[in-house]
């Protein structure tokens, strides 16, 4: 199996910055495809925040749009979040996933693992 441990959340206040970071490891790890951050606030769904391949090609949704920006080191098989100049409503649990291909009990397969969460509390 794959696991997926993110660090960097906290307390923050508004107009503050979180660098979040998400390391996978395994020993089975054959390539992992594309990463990306989600976030669930309180009483809200789960939503996507940013994504990038594994070519480092990025997307945002709209309310992070130019305060973030995701990143990876593949060498580390590692994602990171910056955000910057952050608001109240960014407070939430956020997520780290993964797709990744690797070897399962003697073949290779292909899931997407999540992270446990870190926390994000921007308030002053």
């Known amino acids: 199996q794959v696991q997926l441990v993110e660090s960097g959340g906290g307390l923050v206040q508004p107009g503050g910055s979180l660098r979040l970071s998400c390391a996978a490891s395994?020993?089975?790890?054959?390539?992992?495809?594309?990463m990306a951050w989600y976030r669930q606030a309180p009483g809200k769904q789960r939503e996507l925040v940013a994504s990038?391949?594994?070519?480092?090609?990025?997307t945002y949704v709209d309310p992070v749009k130019g305060r973030s920006t995701i990143s990876r080191d593949n060498a580390k098989s590692t994602v990171y979040l910056q955000m910057n100049n952050l608001k109240p409503e960014d407070t939430a649990v956020y997520y780290c996933n993964a797709n990744v291909r690797y070897l399962r009990t003697g073949f290779f397969a292909t899931d997407d693992f999540w992270g446990q969460g870190t926390q994000a509390t921007v308030s002053s």
């Open positions: 990038i391949t594994s070519g480092g090609s990025t």
């Open positions: 395994s020993g089975s790890i054959f390539r992992i495809n594309a």
